[in-house]
């Protein structure tokens, strides 16, 4: 093993063991920058990164356990078990005692939708909460958008727009806001609409398939037949086999 690297991870062990945060992650940021692709220093930096939110996870239950951050922190963690009644309720005891705490109803309607077993009345009490969240919090773009993808199951497009267009209005950076509002306008063939949603999700999102096939029949339908064609090039070449294969 390198000399530096070896001092390295030994650095980082010995600062665990001595529960030493600060250094751990003074030799942790030192690995990963001078090895960023070294398969056993990346293993050894799972681990740190895993230890050291395990020991902040553990802070939060001693010092604060009927805080709100550790409700939310055991919800999280029963969902991860796959006990959705166990976190349901768990959300449900968090909005009783901060009723209009933003994020609450978001995660609660998240959870909701997660749910293997999900039927259609767990959609409906999932698409309230995301109304709920938004009557406290307006500009909680996540809650837009999936209400957007709601919208779009049910094939209620209007809203579907409304929903998307205002989540990306909210967050510039939402690339699948901007391509569900894009590909919304597109399905209701409102095509030179689609155009420039679907041109600022290509920016942000340039490795999307979806994105230039939706932009190219936007361009084509309304026709820029030669932009639509550079954009069915891009999107075959993402999609072909030959991407696939290892290298």
Partial sequence: MDIRKNAGVLG???SLA????????D?????SKRFPRDPEVL????HVY?????????DLGRTAPQSVPAHKLN???LEMQGKWDEAQREYEDMITKEPNSPGLHFLLGRSLLSRPDAD????????QEFQKELEIDPKNAGAHYVLGELASKEQNWDEAIQQFSQAAKIDS????????WGFTLVTVKRYQEAIDPLRVAERLTPGNPAVHYSLATALIRTGQKEEAEKEFAIHRNLTSPENDKPQ
């Fill in 12 to 14: 980082v062990r010995c």
């Fill in 18 to 25: 001595l529960d030493d945060r600060d250094s751990t992650l």
């Fill in 173 to 180: 950076n939402f690339a699948e806001a901007y391509l569900g």
């Fill in 75 to 77: 919800a999280e963690a």
């Fill in 43 to 46: 293993f050894v930096l799972v």
């Fill in 120 to 127: 259609p009345k767990t959609f409906e009490r999932a698409k």
């Fill in 50 to 58: 895993s230890d050291l939110s395990t020991r902040v996870a553990q």
């Fill in 27 to 31: 030799f942790a940021r030192l690995l």
